[in-house]
């Protein structure tokens, strides 16, 4: 085999990214494949002028792509769901490996879609999908094969840490650097995915079913956005010494596993409270090898490119051995993947962020802090925000120790009833990671 032959499917920011790459780094790529990568022909719903298409058809009709004889692995780089579900599905089915971006598709689908390509005897491979350019799928899948996986948690969201890394060192307000994040390409077609946590929950279901070896389970993740974030929370946060990022976590506890997205306290000191910017980071507790922490790039042009390319070469590689590839695609034999509940958020625990606007008198202090200790709940600090009153109220921010959620939100419904506090408690979760060794 002198050559691959790739099709394209799609002509937006990431597939652009794969042909100039492709185009620049040719001789590495093809010297680390084994053979030439070629991509051969590209479908897309109109032709662009960002990159070089000498040498590419190009084609309006995802079915000739699809059909195409000549196609050895087709890249789905057009996202969405239904019309990529389809393409990926006949695609498989036409005996092509395929290669995705698409988070979505492999998040909701890919239990099926997984079972399609091995019936097909192909491979469907996704590492462009999670944390764009980090090679993270390889990472668990492969360097941390010998692990047994206590915990995940990443910023898996470049928008969104983009977004509240801009509120927290310029005062911008959320909308505007939303737009700027959609004019830098690193947002989704539709941004409510972002900054609803959307995204990252499908990112974060298919890092905990490669972690756990558990099938995936998307519709079951906790998740909740930082479009309630307010920079009064991002400046309290740092008066505590604490950062706000959105995180996904996913632990492994006795009776099942948590998988959950939300704003997160992380205490200023640890390396994944400093992830700025359209960064992404993974943050790994495993027993053999500890903590390790994965960083780079989560969005982009070429970040993504990087990935895709790199599946595509592990193909290359596997088509010239003539065996086909063999890593399963959620690292565990699938004969051996297994059922794992996901807790319900009522019964994860972590600690809490509160902030209560309360009636300054005396006696408020008082009212709450019993209430919490009725609850069990022990407060860990609390700071009364002078500077932040409003007529005869004024936040009073407090940190609770570990504490399962069921228990904060009774008596969260308990602290709003009183007379002397006003509207509902802001409440956000906090976590810590033990600092590695
Ligand atoms: N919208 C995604 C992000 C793109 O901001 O991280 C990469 O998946």
Redesign the pocket.
């Known amino acids: 085999m002198d050559s691959l032959k790739v099709g394209i499917c799609g002509l937006g920011t990431v597939a652009s990214g794969v042909i100039n790459v492709l185009n620049r780094n040719q001789f590495e790529i093809s010297a680390r494949a084994g053979c030439k990568i070629e991509v051969v022909q590209v479908a897309s719903r109109r032709m662009r002028d960002n990159c070089d298409m000498t040498g590419i058809s190009f084609t309006t009709d995802l079915n000739e792509l699809v059909n195409n004889p000549d196609i050895d692995v087709v890249a789905e780089l057009i996202g969405g769901h239904t019309l990529a579900k389809d393409l990926v599905e006949r695609a498989l089915k036409n005996g092509k490996h395929v290669v995705t ?1 698409n ?1 979505a598709l492999i998040a909701e689908h890919g239990n099926d879609l997984f079972s399609l390509a091995a019936e097909n005897g192909v491979s469907l491979a996704y590492e462009a ?4 350019g980090i090679p993270i799928i390889k990472a668990l899948r492969e360097g941390l094969a010998a692990n047994k996986i206590s915990a995940l948690a990443g910023i ?7 977004i509240l890394t801009e509120m927290k060192d310029k005062a911008r307000d959320f909308d505007d650097v939303l737009k700027e ?1 959609q004019a830098l390409g ?3 077609a539709d ?1 409510t ?2 900054v609803e946590g959307i ?2 929950a499908h ?1 974060l279901a298919i890092l905990s079913s490669v972690a756990f070896g558990a099938p995936l389970q998307f519709s079951k993740t906790f998740t909740e956005g930082i479009s309630n974030v307010a920079p009064e929370d991002i400046r309290n946060a740092e008066d505590l010494g604490y950062r706000i990022k959105h995180l996904g976590i996913t632990k492994r506890q006795s009776n099942g596993i948590e998988l959950r997205v939300h704003p997160t306290l992380i205490p200023e000191s640890q390396l994944i409270a400093k992830v700025d910017g ?1 960064m ?1 980071a993974v943050l790994i507790e495993s027993d053999a090898v500890g903590q390790t922490m994965y960083y780079g790039p ?3 042009s070429e970040a ?1 490119a990087s990935a895709v390319i790199a599946d595509i070469v592990d193909i290359a590689r596997a088509l010239k051995a003539g065996v086909a590839p063999s890593v399963p695609p959620l690292g565990f034999s699938m004969d051996k993947m297994k059922e794992i509940p996901v807790l319900d958020i009522k019964e994860c625990v972590s600690a809490f962020y509160l902030r209560i606007s309360a009636e300054d008198h005396p006696g408020v202090l008082a009212e709450v802090s019993s209430i919490m200790s009725r609850h069990c709940i022990n407060i860990e600090s609390v700071l009364q925000k002078e500077s932040a009153r409003i007529g005869e109220l004024i936040p009073l921010v407090m940190l609770t120790h570990e504490v399962q959620e069921a228990k904060i939100d009774e008596a969260l419904k308990e602290i709003e009833m009183l007379e002397s506090v006003s509207g509902s408690v802001k409440k956000i979760r906090v976590a810590q990671f033990a600092q590695a060794k």
């Open positions: 971006a988070k999908g999670v944390a764009g898996i969201n470049g928008t969104g840490n983009f994040a690193y947002a989704e941004p995915f972002d995204d990252a990112k359209v992404n989560g969005a982009g993504t």
